[in-house]
């Protein structure tokens, strides 16, 4: 068969190149396939513009200096050590893409001492024995293993053995028998590394048994350790914290106490942070106004800058929130107590006061330092029932407690929301809509269900209030020239547009890139496509071209909420970032001597990267912990069949969210078939080489649960074709589909040959 490119056909086609890649790994650039197929001359620019093209249609990877097949094992890798094989030499994994699936063993020779372990990592040059076999000749040590090790014990060969927590589970330490502390298979345990006592000997000791792996609960202490969260408080910040007092002075503090502020917050709520109240503004020049109130519990006055609990606040950087558990930011006495805004307490508070238009725009705010006794503790579906005109319920108040409510508090409240959301339609911030899953547990621990977390115009009035207040938290410290610890979210990146513009004409949407790109223009979009087929997947592709927000003493907006300025200022009980805007109001306006010191204003790009940094260890902890709880939910149903949607399209598989119980699991790229599947990265899809046979994000699919392991955090799936309507459509044989459109009628004054008319302009 003739090469387009080369009607001589004495040039390679790329088949050829690909089976010389194959044969040939390691170094192999232009150079040396140039010299093995004879190209020379003006052929060389044609081998150029073929590699080139094979590396935009996912076929091989190539630089300047390198090219092999896309998915092949580079040369050089990193590897790290697993354990030993039942002959007890060494073996190990590649940490790099290509190596998924393939078992690699340590090559034997003289190592660097101390003598390699499980969970070292070395540089290594790699050498493929057989299909999914791989030797691995060690270089040089990069990382020795953890000191403290976590694991679930397992019976052996009738040895104790301890496997890890990674998903694959694939570190194997023994466990003598001596050093058990009574823990036997199933429990998780700490353990920390034992010299061994014979070659390839990988010995532990068990330090802390933490609970049976049959526990749910246990499943959030695995994601705690893997990420590396503290849990335990120091004895001189207990101390500090036991030090506390409730404060009685209403010395330089505004009386709230009056007036009937509220917290709602979930069901399970802790500690409550955020008190609002509203009433109609009685100035005659605002008619239809709202004056607002948003109080804030007054951390600032327990922590201190320079303190004990300051410096563990800042350690933590922010509570992590799991299934079973809070790792709170500030000790219980702090946090659940002396800070809470627990209904009919005195409590000390940042309040700050707004007045609106009835279009919901601001029209002035001051801030004081006040004191306040809240008037209920309502959770989201109370308020939200009570604005309904219902009569829930309510803990430790009396039966016409919520009519009072409703007339006093919730209907000002919900009125003043109207308000806020007129604004804030005409800013126009980002709409993307993807629902979130709950994971429910019973009291003993037991996983009761996992349901979409229920959206109400109650947690959409606290979420007004508190933006509007953080608006104003960052306005006031600009304004007096103060350090200000921002939220920043900057526009998406060019070339997440243009991978998002390509994806959307795929779909028969177009989407300009023009010099300023603002929210309005993904939530045009996003109406576009309001109730069709690709709804779902178009938020996920607009969610992924975000960027990530974070902490900076430097402005450069918030563009997912459309605002120029933004900073965190209502959350201090779980925030350290808030704490410290926080102190910079008391700093700025003088209302106390415990505000921001000026080495810590000095001190805020380096603060707002370490707690952006901790903000995100503590988001990744949360999914895992999620991944697990899920994982033993889906447990009981190995071998069940779920309909779900591809939610995320790789070279080494699809991830799949099933829509009973939003568990996401992965369909490995080998059970796909026999076939070569390329990986179309701006489509969000796989093809087959052969059958066309195309996985698309977002598209519906039946699965069958093959494996779930709470432990790992994993659920293995494959596709089971041809059940029912979620079958047929589990693999097209085209990309997607253009959206469909509206026919128009014809104009009968339209130019020949489809020529549009031009249009006229008014």
Same mark, same amino acid.
């Given at each position: 068969?003739?090469?387009?490119?080369?009607?001589?056909?004495?040039?390679?086609?790329?088949?050829?190149?690909?089976?010389?890649?194959?044969?040939?790994?390691?170094?192999?650039?232009?150079?040396?396939?140039?010299?093995?197929?004879?190209?020379?001359?003006?052929?060389?620019?044609?081998?150029?513009?073929?590699?080139?093209?094979?590396?935009?249609?996912?076929?091989?990877?190539?630089?300047?200096?390198?090219?092999?097949?896309?998915?092949?094992?580079?040369?050089?890798?990193?590897?790290?050590?697993?354990?030993?094989?039942?002959?007890?030499?060494?073996?190990?994994?590649?940490?790099?893409?290509?190596?998924?699936?393939?078992?690699?063993?340590?090559?034997?020779?003289?190592?660097?001492?101390?003598?390699?372990?499980?969970?070292?990592?070395?540089?290594?040059?790699?050498?493929?024995?057989?299909?999914?076999?791989?030797?691995?000749?060690?270089?040089?040590?990069?990382?020795?293993?953890?000191?403290?090790?976590?694991?679930?014990?397992? #019976?052996?060969?009738?040895?104790?053995?301890?496997?890890?927590?990674?998903?694959?589970?694939?570190?194997?330490?023994?466990?003598?028998?001596?050093?058990?502390?009574?823990?036997?298979?199933?429990?998780?345990?700490?353990?920390?590394?034992?010299?061994?006592?014979?070659?390839?000997?990988?010995?532990?000791?068990?330090?802390?048994?933490?609970?049976?792996?049959?526990?749910?609960?246990?499943?959030?202490?695995?994601?705690?350790? +893997?990420?590396?969260?503290?849990?335990?408080?120091?004895?001189?910040?207990?101390?500090?914290?036991?030090?506390?007092?409730?404060?009685?002075?209403?010395?330089?503090?505004?009386?709230?106490?009056?007036?009937?502020?509220?917290?709602?917050?979930?069901?399970?709520?802790?500690?409550?942070?955020?008190?609002?109240?509203?009433?109609?503004?009685?100035?005659?020049?605002?008619?239809?106004?709202?004056?607002?109130?948003?109080?804030?519990?007054?951390?600032?006055?327990?922590?201190?800058?320079?303190?004990?609990?300051?410096?563990?606040?800042?350690?933590?950087?922010?509570?992590?929130?799991?299934?079973?558990?809070?790792?709170?930011?500030?000790?219980?006495?702090?946090?659940?107590?002396?800070?809470?805004?627990?209904?009919?307490?005195?409590?000390?508070?940042?309040?700050?006061?707004?007045?609106?238009?009835?279009?919901?725009?601001?029209?002035?705010?001051?801030?004081?330092?006040?004191?306040?006794?809240?008037?209920?503790?309502?959770?989201?579906?109370?308020?939200?029932?009570?604005?309904?005109?219902?009569?829930?319920?309510?803990?430790?108040?009396?039966?016409?407690?919520?009519?009072?409510?409703?007339?006093?508090?919730?209907?000002?409240?919900?009125?003043?929301?109207?308000?806020?959301?007129? *604004?804030? +339609?005409?800013?126009?911030?980002?709409?993307?809509?993807?629902?979130?899953?709950?994971?429910?547990?019973?009291?003993?621990?037991?996983?009761?269900?996992?349901?979409?977390?229920?959206?109400?115009?109650?947690?959409?009035?606290?979420?007004?209030?508190?933006?509007?207040?953080?608006?104003?938290? *960052?306005?006031?410290?600009?304004?007096?020239?103060?350090?200000?610890?921002?939220?920043?979210?900057?526009?998406?990146?060019?070339?997440?547009?243009?991978?998002?513009?390509?994806?959307?004409?795929?779909?028969?949407?177009?989407?300009?890139?023009?010099?300023?790109?603002?929210?309005?223009?993904?939530?045009?979009?996003?109406?576009?496509?309001?109730?069709?087929?690709?709804?779902?997947?178009?938020?996920?592709?607009?969610?992924?071209?975000?960027?990530?927000?974070?902490?900076?003493?430097?402005?450069?907006?918030?563009?997912?909420?459309?605002?120029?300025?933004?900073?965190?200022?209502?959350?201090?009980?779980?925030?350290?970032?808030?704490?410290?805007?926080?102190?910079?109001?008391?700093?700025?306006?003088?209302?106390?001597?415990?505000?921001?010191?000026?080495?810590?204003?000095?001190?805020?790009?380096?603060?707002? #990267?370490?707690?952006?940094?901790?903000?995100?260890?503590?988001?990744?902890?949360?999914?895992?912990?999620?991944?697990?709880?899920?994982?033993?939910?889906?447990?009981?149903?190995?071998?069940?069949?779920?309909?779900?949607?591809?939610?995320?399209?790789?070279?080494?598989?699809?991830?799949?969210?099933?829509?009973?119980?939003?568990?996401?699991?992965?369909?490995?790229?080998?059970?796909?078939?026999?076939?070569?599947?390329?990986?179309?990265?701006?489509?969000?899809?796989?093809?087959?080489?052969?059958?066309?046979?195309?996985?698309?994000?977002?598209?519906?699919? +039946?699965?069958?649960?093959?494996?779930?392991?709470?432990?790992?955090?994993?659920?293995?799936?494959?596709?089971?074709?041809?059940?029912?309507?979620?079958?047929?459509?589990?693999?097209?044989?085209?990309?997607?589909?253009?959206?469909?459109?509206?026919?128009?009628?014809?104009?009968?004054?339209?130019?020949?040959?489809?020529?549009?008319?031009?249009?006229?302009?008014?």
């Amino acid at each position: 068969m003739k090469d387009k490119k080369n009607p001589e056909n004495h040039l390679p086609s790329r088949e050829d190149i690909l089976n010389f890649l194959r044969d040939n790994p390691g170094r192999t650039g232009k150079r040396e396939i140039a010299r093995a197929f004879n190209i020379k001359g003006g052929d060389r620019i044609w081998l150029k513009q073929v590699l080139r093209e094979m590396t935009a249609e996912g076929l091989i990877e190539h630089s300047r200096r390198d090219s092999r097949i896309k998915g092949e094992l580079p040369p050089v890798a990193i590897v790290e050590i697993t354990g030993t094989d039942p002959d007890g030499e060494l073996e190990g994994r590649i940490l790099h893409r290509a190596g998924e699936g393939v078992r690699v063993v340590i090559a034997p020779g003289r190592h660097a001492a101390p003598a390699p372990g499980p969970g070292d990592r070395f540089l290594a040059r790699l050498q493929k024995q057989e299909e999914n076999l791989c030797e691995a000749r060690l270089m040089r040590r990069i990382a020795r293993a953890p000191a403290e090790l976590l694991g679930t014990l397992q #019976r052996e060969n009738g040895k104790t053995v301890l496997r890890g927590t990674d998903r694959k589970g694939r570190s194997r330490w023994i466990v003598p028998e001596d050093h058990l502390m009574g823990a036997g298979p199933g429990d998780l345990v700490l353990a920390e590394p034992l010299e061994g006592s014979g070659p390839r000997q990988y010995l532990a000791r068990i330090t802390r048994v933490l609970g049976n792996t049959e526990n749910p609960r246990v499943l959030s202490l695995i994601a705690i350790h +893997d990420h590396g969260i503290p849990t335990v408080f120091p004895d001189e910040v207990l101390a500090e914290a036991a030090a506390k007092r409730p404060v009685r002075s209403m010395r330089g503090r505004e009386d709230l106490c009056p007036l009937p502020l509220i917290t709602i917050d979930p069901a399970d709520a802790r500690d409550h942070d955020d008190a609002v109240w509203a009433a109609a503004d009685d100035d005659p020049a605002n008619k239809g106004g709202w004056k607002l109130i948003v109080a804030i519990a007054d951390v600032a006055h327990y922590v201190t800058p320079g303190s004990a609990l300051d410096r563990e606040a800042l350690k933590r950087g922010n509570s992590t929130y799991f299934p079973d558990r809070v790792v709170p930011m500030l000790p219980e006495k702090l946090s659940g107590d002396l800070c809470s805004l627990h209904p009919g307490v005195k409590r000390p508070c940042m309040a700050v006061h707004i007045r609106i238009d009835a279009g919901g725009r601001k029209i002035e705010h001051r801030f004081s330092r006040a004191m306040m006794r809240s008037a209920a503790n309502l959770t989201y579906q109370q308020a939200q029932a009570i604005a309904d005109g219902q009569n829930p319920p309510l803990a430790d108040m009396d039966p016409d407690a919520p009519a009072r409510l409703r007339e006093e508090v919730i209907g000002p409240l919900f009125s003043a929301y109207r308000a806020l959301t007129r *604004a804030r +339609d005409a800013r126009g911030p980002l709409a993307i809509d993807i629902p979130e899953r709950q994971v429910k547990l019973s009291d003993e621990g037991e996983i009761l269900s996992v349901a979409p977390r229920e959206r109400l115009d109650a947690h959409r009035l606290i979420e007004e209030f508190m933006v509007l207040a953080n608006v104003c938290a *960052a306005e006031t410290l600009e304004a007096a020239r103060k350090p200000c610890m921002y939220r920043v979210h900057e526009e998406p990146k060019r070339e997440k547009l243009v991978s998002l513009k390509t994806f959307l004409k795929s779909i028969g949407i177009s989407f300009s890139i023009g010099q300023v790109i603002r929210p309005s223009h993904f939530n045009r979009v996003l109406k576009q496509v309001e109730g069709s087929e690709y709804a779902e997947m178009v938020n996920q592709v607009i969610l992924r071209c975000q960027t990530q927000a974070y902490y900076s003493p430097e402005n450069l907006g918030h563009f997912g909420l459309a605002l120029p300025r933004y900073a965190h200022f209502t959350s201090p009980i779980r925030r350290y970032a808030d704490l410290l805007v926080h102190r910079g109001l008391i700093a700025a306006l003088g209302l106390g001597k415990d505000g921001l010191r000026d080495e810590d204003g000095a001190d805020f790009a380096e603060t707002g #990267r370490q707690i952006s940094d901790l903000e995100r260890r503590s988001m990744a902890a949360e999914r895992a912990a999620n991944d697990r709880f899920l994982a033993a939910f889906m447990k009981d149903r190995i071998g069940g069949i779920f309909a779900g949607r591809i939610s995320g399209v790789t070279r080494f598989g699809l991830f799949v969210t099933l829509e009973e119980s939003g568990a996401d699991g992965l369909v490995p790229i080998r059970s796909l078939g026999h076939e070569y599947f390329r990986h179309d990265e701006d489509h969000h899809c796989l093809i087959g080489e052969r059958s066309g046979k195309t996985y698309r994000l977002a598209q519906k699919i +039946d699965v069958r649960l093959l494996e779930a392991t709470p432990i790992a955090g994993g659920l293995l799936l494959e596709i089971v074709e041809n059940q029912g309507q979620t079958g047929k459509d589990s693999a097209e044989t085209k990309t997607a589909a253009p959206l469909k459109k509206k026919k128009k009628k014809k104009d009968k004054h339209s130019r020949r040959k489809g020529r549009p008319r031009r249009a006229r302009t008014s």
